[in-house]
């Protein structure tokens, strides 16, 4: 089966204040890079054959880190990009708690587009088409694809089963690893959201 390990990038200096979508100059704080350090050490574990990282410059960063571990050069992919948001990029979460629209967004995630954006369904489709490619493409391989918190989400909710209107269940933190194992003829998700590598020792 092919494996993927499927990470969120580490913490930059707005998160949890700002929707960051595809704002510019948005990289990974002292924190974040702590946390993906310790994440390269410990994904050391596991027998890498390629990093892959959504062009974004956070993720491509935590990649970077990830690949150097592994003596790899990280492979931009548009499939791993984060979410366009349109209009809500660079707003804070307070603003966006008022708008109507984003309300709905956060409850009826299968149906609702993003003003000037995506719609989460066409995300989904992208990044879990890109994994069955690579499925053909590369079988036995363990694949580490750096990503954002929504687009592991959806690919996590495809692959359990899970409708994307209950998709902000499923945490998805920085610097997180989660794992889902796929072949031609079956899936399995073997974790998600782990981030014992973050916990202090």
């Known amino acids: 089966m092919t494996t993927f390990l499927l990470v969120r990038h580490g913490a930059f200096e707005t998160a949890g204040q700002r929707l960051a979508g595809h ?5 990974l704080n002292a924190e974040g890079r702590g946390q993906v350090r310790r994440l390269a050490t410990r994904l050391q574990r596991s027998a890498v054959t390629a ?59 299968t149906t609702t587009l993003v003003p000037g954006g995506d719609s989460l369904l ?9 994994m069955a490619t690579l499925v053909s493409a590369r079988p036995d ?23 994307l209107d209950l998709a902000l269940r499923l945490e998805i933190a920085p610097a997180s690893i989660s794992e889902i194992r796929m072949n031609e003829h079956a899936l399995v998700v073997r974790r998600l959201n782990d981030t014992a590598h973050l916990e202090p020792s």
Do not use: K, M
């Not at 990282?53 to 970077?64: F, G, I, K, M």
């Not at 990280?74 to 109507?100: I, K, N, R, Y």
């Open 51 to 109: 990093v892959y990282s959504s062009p974004v410059q956070r993720a491509l960063e935590t990649a970077t880190i990830i690949a150097a571990a592994f003596r790899l050069a990280p492979q931009v992919d548009p499939a791993l990009d984060e979410v366009a948001f349109g209009a809500w990029e660079g707003q804070t979460f307070e603003a966006l708690s008022s708008e109507p629209g984003w309300r709905q967004f956060n409850q009826f995630r």
């Open 141 to 163: 391989a363990t694949i580490v694809a750096v990503s954002h918190a929504d687009v592991i989400r959806a690919a996590a909710a495809a692959c359990l089963g899970v409708s």
């Open 122 to 130: 066409h995300v989904q489709a992208r990044v879990t088409g890109w």
């Open 23 to 27: 704002t510019p100059g948005l990289a």
